[in-house]
């Protein structure tokens, strides 16, 4: 039989979307994932109007809603964690890192280079938070300020291991002086745009034993209550990070994720790794346009 070139083309593109289906049908199925919402190309955490409708209630900080703020059933819509609480401007132990922070970093920073190191210009701490997340050409990765509080530490020959209590003290200690400041990274090009891309699909994915995302929590359930506590939108979190936690620990923001990986019976990731990384570029472009906040507490 002679084939026409439709013919063959017919039965050529036949044995192609076999051959996909195939694959298809034997390929195991890892993972799944929770529906994006519209995040937007630029995303800002008044973005989150459109989602959960609680942004009327936190957006401004002077009419905060003490009423709402003390009741425990809509606490959660205050969303009030970009705050400095207790109100009454009491110390607490995040203070107190900062303090420790203060007193590493002059140790650090003896000779001038610790500060240049993380890209301080002129030895000025004003504003560096606002640089990190951020690629990072010296370690050819994306990486966020602890991160590189351990790589610049190292080079003055001092181990502060990411995640660990000095490290997070330095943190808070340098990110005070970008208090007021709002959050403003680029997620609209490059290699942080490629880090927010992966950040979204990973706070989607589901995983561990009760196949929960990280949107699980955060997207479809938030406001209603679980186990005692109450998830709340994923908006608006980043600028008050490091924070003290009211059960008496200093955490990073890599710490906190990797406590609700455990509280979601999913093993947690390395502080500072890649993956934590990506969700952290992710929620702080959530985070946009919000003023950092430091030292802050959380229960
Ligand atoms: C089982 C539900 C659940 C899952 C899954 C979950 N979280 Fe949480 N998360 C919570 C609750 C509850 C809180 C405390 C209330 C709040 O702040 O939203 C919280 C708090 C947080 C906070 C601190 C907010 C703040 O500023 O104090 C961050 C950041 C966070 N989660 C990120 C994540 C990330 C990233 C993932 C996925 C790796 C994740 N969560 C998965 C329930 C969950």
């Known amino acids: 039989m002679k084939l026409t070139p439709v013919a063959l083309l017919l ?16 390929e195991p199925v890892y993972r799944e994932y929770t529906g994006y919402i519209d995040y937007g190309k630029s995303p800002k955490a008044s973005d989150d109007a459109r989602h959960t409708g609680t942004w009327e209630h936190w957006k401004d900080r002077a009419k905060l809603d003490e009423k ?34 203060e007193e590493l970093y002059k140790q650090l920073n003896a000779n001038g280079r610790f500060a240049t190191c993380l890209g301080a210009k002129r030895g000025d701490l004003k504003s560096l938070r606002l640089q990190y ?27 502060l ?28 090009r490059g290699p942080l745009k490629d880090s927010f891309e992966r950040g979204k699909k990973l706070f989607h994915t589901k995983a561990g034993w009760t196949n929960f995302s990280c949107a699980t929590c955060h997207v479809s359930i938030v406001g209603r209550s679980l186990r005692g506590q109450t998830p709340t939108t994923h908006y608006g979190d980043i600028a008050h990070w490091p924070t003290y936690r009211t059960k008496d620990e200093l955490q990073s923001l890599h710490v906190r994720f990797a406590e609700c990986n455990r509280n979601a019976g999913v093993q947690p990731l390395k502080i500072g790794s890649q993956e934590y990384t990506d969700i952290e570029v992710f929620m702080t472009a959530l985070s946009n346009d919000y003023p950092v906040a430091v030292p802050s507490a959380r229960d």
């Not at 039965?11 to 034997?26: D, E």
């Not at 370690?139 to 181990?159: D, F, P, S, T, Y």
């Not at 291991?161 to 609209?188: C, H, Q, R, W």
């Open 11 to 26: 039965s050529g593109l036949c044995a192609v979307s076999l051959a996909a289906h195939a694959q298809q049908a034997g």
């Open 68 to 101: 709402r703020v003390a009741s425990a059933e809509d606490q959660w819509t205050t969303n009030w964690k970009f705050m400095d609480p207790p109100f009454d401007g009491s110390l607490h132990g995040g203070h107190e890192a900062q303090d420790r922070g």
């Open 133 to 159: 997340p951020q690629y990072n050409r010296t370690l050819k990765r994306v990486v966020g300020m602890e991160q590189m509080i351990e790589h610049c530490a190292q080079q003055q020959g001092m181990k």
């Open 161 to 188: 291991e990411n995640g660990s209590y000095d490290n997070t003290a330095v943190s808070v200690y340098i990110t005070a002086f970008s208090n007021g400041m709002p959050l403003k990274i680029d997620v609209t």
